[in-house]
């Protein structure tokens, strides 16, 4: 019982004004239970066990004295009640739990009926009265946050792990991350939430601010589906009989009321669900509790192993309703050697179900901080915390405490940069960087080797890069960063360099300004529809050679900075001189008598003498404004954070105008405006579309081609899969414009909703993704676009591939066919 004396001890040593309950609750077989409810019958003041089993029930002075009764109340276990007289400031309550005994003998059979499905339908009838009942309310909120693992590898892909900020002893083995926070909240259905954390406390920060937030475990299962990165169909969703099976164990009486106990196993493997248990009230068909968990191939995110969650819920007499009380879920991980689990722990107290909330209750502003959250001392955290610290976590808070003081001292950054800017013998072929962490600035020199690429009018290229950064405090609140770069072509036999400085302002608005300028080699669309490196494969590989390029000598500066919440703005004034560049080789690997390298214009691909471009100068200016409708943001000390609303698309409006251009008619101005939006569609999948149209005003038939509208063609069998504007079996410039268009991206992923329904198949995990594509300008006919395939591909935690089969209909060549591969990151 070393927690018990433990307890005791750390009690007396407290010199509060309140008066305290302490104990240890075990099983009849002397097990610690952790996260027992409880609370004082008829109040809102209550705590948790913690993973010890053990409490801290803190009362009012005013307690002193008077009798009063005590639950203890835990899922799968006899609710106990017992009589305290509070006689002293500290008064030791340890309690031994037995196991509920449950019994059928109240069960209501009807024939041919599962009994368990009578009471999930009852349950499911009632959800929505049951949500409303509960939905809004103000409420006082407490989260811990807990991550450790078990013995960390010293290297994860080369890199060095080290001792994950202190947290690894000489077993790689640790707490990673702890961190805690108190909250005033308040909440209306269906997504108006606001928190503000009166107290944040981080394991080895003294000036951290944990990101445990009480809108990230506001999680529901009268809902119909619990967003876990997919949609987690809920036990008593309105379709929950297409997903679950069900089993009534038994019943037994809390508070005068016959509880239900319902096993929940899946209809299929691999489907988007839970499995456990869950405990529902008779007659008024409301969540007791809940014992569920689920895994990472149904969230889909393969590190994750396992994902448990346990909610607890209390009488709320006034309002005849069993609200939540606490909240655990429980996760373990394991990728790349790196195996561990964690805990995330929510209690609710307090609560206001009748708030009168008015039109201001509530803003676009989710979450903020009071002044001083993060400098509470151990006093003001032994009085709030709602649930006591385990040993290990003390230990924690120890040993990370004493040892940062010495880990922010300009002796140990400097002994750890020291180590770090050791310069080796492969420096000069990787790179090589050299830190000053606690002066927070930094110098390199980028690894030549990995820059070298090969295209048909450089031949073999290779960079390198300088660069030198520097911050304002540990969030980077401020920055500054400025790069020189060099890139010389061997078959060119040409020198072209860039140089650039950006400065970060704050990251509030994120105000940033830059400057660049040089001459550099660039693709005719800026927005490199083929990547360098694989135009150096297919180029040598394949002979083909996408990619085309013009030389730009450029100078120009940069803004942006968020005006208002929702409202970003862009500008971007440059002057530019462009030169057509020509082929200066053929090398490649494989050579074929059947193919031969086109030439560097897309408008004449067989004419190795030509350009696509004349050498002009030219001004350009261009300004962009992006709302995000909607939008809602975190408040944190060091910055914003924005959380963009899914019910309403982005939309960004353009113009771009060239000026002063060498070439009179090279003059142009163009509008565009874009619609962006990804949604969920409840269990059936993810939508994401992209809508795009523009048109030039006053521009003749001679605009330079560098200005024209270009569309993210794709020739090869690769694909992006995080990126819908595009068209992947069109040629790379056949639709280029300087007319009205409009282009238009669809594509919905099915999340298993029906591969996970057909038999053998959805032991693979794999997602449906369906697509369409269009584009439409003025001077050629539609074209059309489809794709259907399979995302989550892969075997074991390594499921990052994407293969979709894509039709094209319309393009000059005729309708094209194409099996593509996709890699998502």
């Given at each position: 019982?070393?927690?018990?004396?433990?307890?005791?001890?750390?009690?007396?040593?407290?010199?509060?004004?309140?008066?305290?309950?302490?104990?240890?609750?075990?099983?009849?077989?002397?097990?610690?239970?952790?996260?027992?409810?409880?609370?004082?019958?008829?109040?809102?003041?209550?705590?948790?066990?913690?993973?010890?089993?053990?409490?801290?029930?803190?009362?009012?002075?005013?307690?002193?004295?008077?009798?009063?009764?005590?639950?203890?109340?835990?899922?799968?276990?006899?609710?106990?009640?017992?009589?305290?007289?509070?006689?002293?400031?500290?008064?030791?309550?340890?309690?031994?739990?037995?196991?509920?005994?449950?019994?059928?003998?109240?069960?209501?059979?009807?024939?041919?009926?599962?009994?368990?499905?009578?009471?999930?339908?009852?349950?499911?009838?009632?959800?929505?009265?049951?949500?409303?009942?509960?939905?809004?309310?103000?409420?006082?909120?407490?989260?811990?946050?807990?991550?450790?693992?078990?013995?960390?590898?010293?290297?994860?892909?080369?890199?060095?792990?080290?001792?994950?900020?202190?947290?690894?002893?000489?077993?790689?083995?640790?707490?990673?991350?702890?961190?805690?926070?108190?909250?005033?909240?308040?909440?209306?259905?269906?997504?108006?939430?606001?928190?503000?954390?009166?107290?944040?406390?981080?394991?080895?920060?003294?000036?951290?601010?944990?990101?445990?937030?009480?809108?990230?475990?506001?999680?529901?299962?009268?809902?119909?589906?619990?967003?876990?990165?997919?949609?987690?169909?809920?036990?008593?969703?309105?379709?929950?009989?297409?997903?679950?099976?069900?089993?009534?164990?038994?019943?037994?009486?809390?508070?005068?009321?016959?509880?239900?106990?319902?096993?929940?196993?899946?209809?299929?493997?691999?489907?988007?669900?839970?499995?456990?248990?869950?405990?529902?009230?008779?007659?008024?068909?409301?969540?007791?509790?809940?014992?569920?968990?689920?895994?990472?191939?149904?969230?889909?995110?393969?590190?994750?192993?396992?994902?448990?969650?346990?909610?607890?819920?209390?009488?709320?007499?006034?309002?005849?309703?069993?609200?939540?009380?606490?909240?655990?879920?429980?996760?373990?991980?394991?990728?790349?050697?790196?195996?561990?689990?964690?805990?995330?722990?929510?209690?609710?107290?307090?609560?206001?179900?009748?708030?009168?909330?008015?039109?201001?209750?509530?803003?676009?502003?989710?979450?903020?901080?009071?002044?001083?959250?993060?400098?509470?001392?151990?006093?003001?955290?032994?009085?709030?915390?709602?649930?006591?610290?385990?040993?290990?976590?003390?230990?924690?808070?120890?040993?990370?405490?004493?040892?940062?003081?010495?880990?922010?001292?300009?002796?140990?950054?400097?002994?750890?940069?020291?180590?770090?800017?050791?310069?080796?013998?492969?420096?000069?072929?990787?790179?090589?960087?050299?830190?000053?962490?606690?002066?927070?600035?930094?110098?390199?020199?980028?690894?030549?080797?990995?820059?070298?690429?090969?295209?048909?009018?450089?031949?073999?290229?290779?960079?390198?890069?300088?660069?030198?950064?520097?911050?304002?405090?540990?969030?980077?609140?401020?920055?500054?960063?400025?790069?020189?770069?060099?890139?010389?072509?061997?078959?060119?036999?040409?020198?072209?360099?860039?140089?650039?400085?950006?400065?970060?302002?704050?990251?509030?608005?994120?105000?940033?300004?830059?400057?660049?300028?040089?001459?550099?080699?660039?693709?005719?669309?800026?927005?490199?529809?083929?990547?360098?490196?694989?135009?150096?494969?297919?180029?040598?590989?394949?002979?083909?050679?996408?990619?085309?390029?013009?030389?730009?000598?450029?100078?120009?500066?940069?803004?942006?900075?968020?005006?208002?919440?929702?409202?970003?703005?862009?500008?971007?004034?440059?002057?530019?001189?462009?030169?057509?560049?020509?082929?200066?080789?053929?090398?490649?690997?494989?050579?074929?008598?059947?193919?031969?390298?086109?030439?560097?214009?897309p408008l004449a691909p067989s004419s190795n003498g030509s350009a696509a471009i004349t050498t002009h100068r030219i001004g350009k200016f261009f300004t962009s404004a992006t709302i995000n409708f909607g939008q809602k943001y975190y408040s944190y000390p060091s910055g914003k954070f924005?959380?963009?609303?899914?019910?309403?698309?982005?939309?960004?409006?353009?113009?771009?105008?060239?000026?002063?251009?060498?070439?009179?008619?090279?003059?142009?101005?163009?509008?565009?405006?874009?619609?962006?939006?990804?949604?969920?569609?409840?269990?059936?999948?993810?939508?994401?579309?992209?809508?795009?149209?523009?048109?030039?005003?006053?521009?003749?038939?001679?605009?330079?081609?560098?200005?024209?509208?270009?569309?993210?063609?794709?020739?090869?069998?690769?694909?992006?899969?995080?990126?819908?504007?595009?068209?992947?079996?069109?040629?790379?410039?056949?639709?280029?414009?300087?007319?009205?268009?409009?282009?238009?991206?669809?594509?919905?992923?099915?999340?298993?909703?029906?591969?996970?329904?057909?038999?053998?198949?959805n032991k693979l995990n794999f997602n449906l993704v369906a697509g369409a594509h269009l584009l439409s300008t003025q001077d050629q006919r539609l074209y059309r676009e489809f794709n259907v395939g399979l995302s989550n591909v892969g075997w074991g935690k390594f499921r990052l591939l994407?293969?979709?089969?894509?039709?094209?209909?319309?393009?000059?060549?005729?309708?094209?066919?194409?099996?593509?591969?996709?890699?998502?990151?």
């Amino acid at each position: 019982m070393r927690t018990h004396y433990f307890i005791i001890f750390l009690t007396l040593l407290s010199s509060t004004l309140t008066a305290q309950i302490t104990g240890v609750v075990t099983s009849q077989n002397g097990e610690q239970l952790p996260f027992v409810n409880v609370y004082i019958e008829n109040s809102n003041r209550g705590t948790t066990t913690n993973g010890d089993g053990a409490y801290e029930l803190l009362l009012e002075r005013e307690d002193q004295g008077k009798e009063m009764v005590v639950v203890f109340q835990f899922l799968g276990f006899e609710t106990i009640t017992r009589m305290v007289e509070i006689g002293s400031p500290q008064v030791v309550l340890d309690i031994v739990m037995t196991e509920a005994t449950t019994s059928l003998d109240e069960v209501i059979v009807e024939a041919g009926v599962n009994p368990a499905d009578r009471i999930i339908r009852a349950t499911i009838a009632n959800r929505k009265k049951n949500l409303d009942v509960i939905g809004e309310y103000t409420a006082k909120f407490y989260s811990r946050g807990l991550w450790q693992v078990q013995d960390a590898p010293d290297k994860i892909l080369g890199q060095e792990v080290g001792d994950l900020g202190g947290g690894l002893d000489s077993t790689r083995t640790g707490i990673i991350y702890l961190s805690e926070t108190i909250s005033d909240i308040k909440y209306q259905r269906p997504d108006n939430f606001s928190e503000v954390i009166v107290a944040s406390k981080v394991s080895g920060d003294d000036n951290g601010f944990s990101f445990n937030t009480a809108s990230d475990a506001n999680f529901s299962f009268y809902e119909n589906t619990l967003n876990l990165n997919a949609q987690i169909v809920s036990p008593i969703a309105s379709n929950a009989f297409a997903y679950y099976k069900y089993t009534l164990e038994g019943t037994f009486y809390e508070n005068n009321q016959l509880i239900n106990k319902v096993t929940v196993t899946p209809r299929r493997v691999n489907d988007r669900v839970f499995t456990g248990t869950i405990y529902i009230v008779e007659d008024s068909w409301q969540l007791y509790g809940v014992d569920l968990h689920t895994d990472g191939a149904a969230i889909q995110v393969p590190f994750i192993e396992s994902l448990n969650f346990k909610q607890n819920f209390k009488y709320e007499d006034e309002l005849k309703q069993w609200v939540k009380i606490s909240q655990v879920i429980d996760f373990s991980f394991g990728f790349l050697g790196l195996k561990g689990d964690g805990r995330f722990t929510a209690a609710y107290s307090d609560y206001n179900f009748n708030p009168k909330f008015g039109k201001g209750s509530f803003s676009a502003e989710i979450l903020s901080f009071s002044q001083n959250a993060n400098k509470k001392d151990s006093t003001f955290w032994d009085q709030k915390r709602p649930v006591p610290l385990t040993l290990l976590e003390q230990e924690d808070y120890v040993k990370k405490d004493s040892i940062q003081v010495i880990r922010k001292s300009n002796k140990y950054l400097d002994s750890i940069d020291a180590r770090g800017n050791r310069f080796k013998i492969t420096s000069p072929i990787f790179g090589y960087d050299y830190t000053d962490t606690y002066n927070r600035w930094r110098v390199g020199v980028s690894s030549p080797l990995q820059a070298i690429q090969y295209n048909t009018v450089q031949g073999w290229n290779g960079s390198l890069q300088a660069s030198y950064s520097n911050w304002s405090d540990d969030d980077y609140t401020k920055t500054f960063y400025a790069f020189a770069k060099a890139n010389y072509g061997f078959s060119e036999d040409q020198l072209r360099y860039t140089l650039g400085v950006t400065r970060r302002f704050n990251r509030t608005n994120r105000a940033v300004v830059s400057l660049t300028g040089g001459v550099d080699l660039q693709q005719f669309n800026n927005a490199e529809p083929i990547r360098p490196i694989f135009n150096t494969a297919y180029s040598l590989l394949r002979e083909k050679n996408f990619a085309k390029y013009y030389e730009k000598e450029f100078a120009q500066i940069g803004y942006g900075q968020e005006l208002v919440n929702g409202l970003r703005v862009n500008a971007i004034l440059a002057y530019e001189k462009r030169n057509p560049v020509f082929n200066t080789t053929d090398q490649t690997f494989f050579p074929s008598d059947d193919r031969e390298f086109t030439s560097n214009n897309p408008l004449a691909p067989s004419s190795n003498g030509s350009a696509a471009i004349t050498t002009h100068r030219i001004g350009k200016f261009f300004t962009s404004a992006t709302i995000n409708f909607g939008q809602k943001y975190y408040s944190y000390p060091s910055g914003k954070f924005n959380v963009q609303s899914e019910r309403y698309p982005a939309i960004t409006l353009v113009y771009e105008k060239g000026f002063g251009a060498s070439v009179a008619d090279y003059n142009f101005d163009q509008l565009r405006i874009v619609a962006q939006q990804e949604f969920n569609v409840g269990n059936k999948g993810r939508l994401s579309y992209d809508l795009r149209a523009g048109t030039f005003l006053g521009t003749g038939d001679e605009i330079s081609f560098v200005d024209r509208q270009h569309f993210n063609g794709n020739e090869t069998v690769l694909f992006e899969p995080g990126a819908i504007n595009r068209f992947n079996v069109l040629p790379y410039y056949e639709r280029s414009t300087n007319t009205g268009y409009f282009e238009a991206h669809a594509e919905h992923n099915f999340k298993g909703w029906i591969l996970g329904k057909i038999p053998g198949i959805n032991k693979l995990n794999f997602n449906l993704v369906a697509g369409a594509h269009l584009l439409s300008t003025q001077d050629q006919r539609l074209y059309r676009e489809f794709n259907v395939g399979l995302s989550n591909v892969g075997w074991g935690k390594f499921r990052l591939l994407r293969v979709d089969y894509v039709y094209g209909q319309g393009a000059l060549g005729g309708n094209k066919g194409a099996f593509l591969i996709g890699l998502s990151l």
